[in-house]
T-cell receptor
């Protein structure tokens, strides 16, 4: 199974970069890493995904280590609205099913 | 793009009744959709995989006769909670897999079910 581990919680000052780590040491070579975030009582929101190369979109950047065993989601200028639970996930061993851990609760402080 | 809707957003029902929840992919077709359940302060738990035109695949411990899933078109999957009981009260979330977009799953806004 492509299991992921993330810190339980993190704090970040408004306007600063938020760097959220994720370990996915059992990921297979052709499995993507996906990042989502969930604000209370809402469905998860897709942020970004990657396979081997670093990726950037209008929401965030994703840095994946060369051995693909870990990645870091970067929110370059965190705002109060970025306070949420962030999930790093990957398909479950050869299937299309995503497994969600507990995620990281990011709190952006004013 | 990649918008998924759910209806209703919130439902309250009496114990013993059935409730149907709809999940629609609005701007893309989805051969595969997924249904999750989330209890307070817990993570998402996959209940079943819904495949267009075929039977759903249920995760271990999920009763297929209680949680009926129908995926009749490439943009619609429904979850029916039959004979609902208070312990079925939860936040139900669907996702749709966008083929051609690295199989990214896009999630609906969720449905809050309360069984009295």
């Amino acid at each position: 199974d492509a299991k992921t581990t993330q810190p339980t919680s993190m704090d970040c000052a408004e306007g600063r970069a938020a760097n959220l780590p994720c370990n996915h040491s059992t990921i297979s070579g052709n499995e993507y890493v996906y990042w989502y975030r969930q604000i209370h009582s809402q469905g998860p929101q897709y942020i970004i995904h990657g396979l081997k190369n670093n990726e950037t979109n209008e929401m965030a950047s994703l840095i994946i280590t060369e051995d693909r065993k870990s990645s870091t989601l970067i929110l370059p200028h965190a705002t109060l609205r970025d306070t949420a639970v962030y999930y790093c996930t990957s398909p479950q061993g050869g299937s299309e099913k995503l497994v969600f851990g507990k995620g990281t609760k990011l709190t952006v402080n004013p | 793009g990649a918008v998924v809707s759910q209806h209703p957003s919130r439902v309250i029902c009496k114990s013993g009744t059935s409730v149907k929840i709809e999940c629609r992919s609005l701007d893309f077709q989805a051969t595969t959709m997924f249904w999750y359940r989330q209890f307070p302060k817990q993570s998402l738990m996959l209940m079943a995989t819904s495949n267009e035109g075929s039977k759903a695949t249920y995760e271990q411990g999920v009763e297929k006769d209680k949680f009926l899933i129908n995926h009749a078109s490439l943009t619609l999957s429904t979850l029916t909670v039959t004979s609902a009981h208070p312990e079925d009260s939860s936040f139900y979330i669907c996702s749709a897999r966008a083929e051609g977009r690295a199989d990214t799953q896009y999630f609906g806004p969720g449905t809050r079910l309360t069984v009295l």
